[in-house]
């Protein structure tokens, strides 16, 4: 019998006993004594307000993960542009204050956002995740310094976030976060390349998505409408970054193409 203690990929602890065939080295079986389990906090994000969370319990620490949508958790990257992050964990299930200055606040947009995404493709259109095979993907938040973006990344199957503008205005908005992840159902259906004309059709089903999250959420915080970026007010005077009544508005985008 042989204990082996470790750390998990999200960074649960682990503590596995495995019992061995000690003239044949097979592993006759295997059992984790660490027991985890589901519970529902509470997190007060920037943009969502107030909203239930689903945790994981393990012993007497709380971790923003979700074990009932593939796993997906929460990271915190503090200012690195780099590595997984560290997994946010808390002695009590209670997250974040709804002011950015507290580093949690955007984690519990970030998880909640996927977790919205989550339902929202599930309850919609009976899609299991982004890939539709049940895997969560997971948020990092906190991203480099004055990062003004959020992006998805296939290679990490990640989300992740800038705190935007001397790093007080985190790009963790609901619509940003449906937004992001449908580049991952994209990428995992259509495949359509980022650039020129299927770019652009790239681009525009992440809003369409990204806005059908928000509405289907309906948060008080966050009433949906069909402006994208709204809230995190990238161009600092309270306007969004696109219309969707009328795309022209941004000063850039055309209404309808003609080929005439």
Not at 2 to 22: I, K, N
Not at 70 to 88: F, H, V
Not at 215 to 236: M, Q, S, T, V
Request: charged letters at 15%; aromatic letters at 10%; one cysteine or more.
């Amino acid at each position: 019998r042989t204990t082996v203690e470790g750390m998990r990929a999200d960074g649960t602890p682990s503590r596995q006993q495995l019992v061995t065939d000690a003239a044949s080295g097979e592993v006759l079986s295997t059992h984790e004594e660490i027991q985890t389990a589901n519970a529902t906090g509470t997190g007060k994000g920037v943009f969502v307000g107030t909203v239930p969370l689903t945790t994981n319990q393990s012993g007497s620490t709380y971790q923003l993960k979700d074990a009932t949508r593939g796993g997906q958790y929460t990271t915190n990257l503090a200012g690195k542009t780099s590595g997984n992050g560290t997994l946010y964990t808390n002695s009590t299930n209670s997250w974040g204050n709804g002011l950015a200055s507290n580093t949690q606040s955007a984690a519990v947009d970030a998880q909640f956002g996927a977790a919205v995404t989550w339902d929202f493709y599930k309850n919609t259109f009976g899609r299991n995740g982004i890939r539709n095979d049940g895997v969560g993907a997971y948020s990092r938040v906190h991203y480099g310094k004055n990062y003004v973006n959020a992006f998805w990344d296939d290679s990490c199957f990640c989300m992740t976030y800038g705190d935007g503008t001397s790093n007080t205005h985190p790009l963790t908005a609901l619509d940003v976060s449906g937004h992001e992840m449908s580049h991952g159902v994209t990428s995992n259906t259509a495949g359509l390349n980022y650039s020129g004309e299927s770019g652009g059709l790239n681009e525009a089903t992440s809003d369409i998505m990204g806005t059908g999250v928000e509405w289907y959420a309906n948060l008080p915080a966050d009433k949906p409408d069909y402006l994208i970026g709204e809230l995190i007010n990238i161009n600092g005077d309270g306007t969004p970054l696109r219309y969707m009544d009328k795309p022209s508005k941004d000063g850039g985008s055309a209404d309808y193409w003609s080929s005439g």
